[in-house]
C-alpha cells in the first residue's frame, strides 16, 4: 500500500514556474511507478508524466513536453513535477499516482492516487 499526499499547488502567472510534490508513506514506494494527471472542470482526468522506478526514466504527455519536468527521490519517498511556463489552459487538479506499469498513460493502470493539489495559471 502507498499513501499519497500532494503539496505545492497554488497561483502562478503563465510563464512562471512552480513546483509540485508527492509524499508517499509505505514501504513499497521505490517499487512503484509514479505518474502525475490533471483534470480540469468538466474534462476527464489526464496524463501528464510519468517516471520509472528508479527515476532513470521519464515520459510526458506531448502538451508538456520540454516544459514540464518529473523526478523522485527515492530516499525521501517523494516525487515531485516541476512546471516551467505552465499555461492558463492548464488550470486543473494535479493528482499523483503509483502504479506497477511503466511507460502507461492510463489512469486506470495506476493503484493509488492523492487527494489532488489546485493549480491556477493567471494570465
Known amino acids: 500500500q502507498v499513501q499519497l499526499v500532494e503539496s505545492g499547488g497554488g497561483l502562478v502567472q503563465a510563464g512562471g514556474s512552480l513546483r509540485l510534490s508527492c509524499a508517499a508513506s509505505g514501504r513499497t514506494f521505490s517499487n512503484s511507478v509514479m505518474g502525475w494527471f490533471r483534470q480540469a472542470p468538466g474534462k476527464e482526468r489526464e496524463f501528464v508524466a510519468g517516471?520509472?522506478?528508479?527515476?532513470?526514466?521519464?515520459y510526458y504527455a506531448d502538451s508538456v513536453k520540454g516544459r514540464f519536468t518529473i523526478s523522485r527521490n527515492n530516499a525521501k519517498n517523494t516525487v515531485y513535477l516541476q512546471m516551467n511556463s505552465p499555461k492558463p489552459e492548464e488550470k486543473a487538479v494535479y493528482y499523483c499516482?503509483?502504479?506497477?506499469?511503466?511507460?502507461?498513460?492510463?489512469?486506470?493502470?495506476?493503484?493509488?492516487w492523492g487527494q489532488g493539489t489546485q493549480l491556477t495559471v493567471s494570465s
Open positions: 499516482a503509483a502504479g506497477r506499469r511503466f511507460l502507461s498513460r492510463l489512469a486506470s493502470q495506476f493503484d493509488h
Open positions: 517516471i520509472s522506478t528508479s527515476g532513470q526514466s521519464t
